[in-house]
């Protein structure tokens, strides 16, 4: 499967709203079939937008050093 194969796969994507032990609330926004790829940030987008990030570098530098990605589903169709 080629890079952008595997950027098309559908991951599991969570996010929730958590209050920190200051008061403050964030989001945060994970995809859990993916370890280590999420985020949290004053609002969802930025949590979305911020985990997404980490899932593209995540699946990038797996492949790079010729690791297995965690493939759940198949791709969509482009």
Do not use: N
Not at 24 to 37: K, M, Q, S
Request: with cysteine.
């Amino acid at each position: 499967m080629t890079v952008e194969e595997y950027l098309a796969i559908p991951y599991i994507l969570q996010v929730w709203s958590r209050e920190c032990e200051d008061g403050r609330w964030v989001r945060h926004a994970e995809f859990p079939e993916l370890p280590g790829c999420f985020a949290e940030a004053s609002s969802a987008v930025e949590a979305v937008e911020r985990a997404e990030a980490a899932r593209v570098v995540y699946i990038v530098e797996k492949l790079a050093r010729g690791e297995a990605v965690p493939v759940p589903r198949p791709p969509l169709e482009a």
